[in-house]
Nanobody
């Protein structure tokens, strides 16, 4: 049973930084593509960033240059470093995983999801 557990969310002022973590368990971390999505209140879930098992990365235009996704395979963990945060970054952030697939921004490409962590950016 695959489990993804996010942590690191919270309240931060505009311009500040947060680092989200997502720990995976229940399956080997090799050949897994990990991603972060976010969902603001009343909106659909949207792609933020993804990292493939070969360390290729892909970002939404809205976060490019501010957010960095990385992974530590020894710890079965993926990270999202968020800098220069803006109020419009406020959302619940979800970690997602898929094995043996291609890196993707499509929510339907991911088979496993975490429970989400709230990020609130005040102006």
């Amino acid at each position: 049973q695959v489990q993804l557990v996010e942590s690191g969310g919270g309240l931060v002022q505009a311009g500040g930084s947060l680092r989200l973590s997502c720990a995976a368990s229940g399956r080997t971390f090799s050949h897994v593509t990990m991603a972060w999505f976010r969902q603001a209140s009343g909106e659909e879930r949207k792609f933020v960033a993804a990292i493939s098992w070969s360390d290729s990365t892909y970002y939404a235009d809205s976060v490019k240059g501010r957010f960095t996704i990385s992974r530590d395979d020894a710890k079965n963990t993926v990270y999202l470093q968020m800098n220069s945060l803006k109020p419009e970054d406020t959302a619940v952030y979800y970690c997602a995983a898929q094995w043996y697939g291609s890196i993707s921004s499509d929510v339907r490409a991911y088979d496993y999801w975490g429970q989400g962590t709230q990020v609130t950016v005040s102006s």
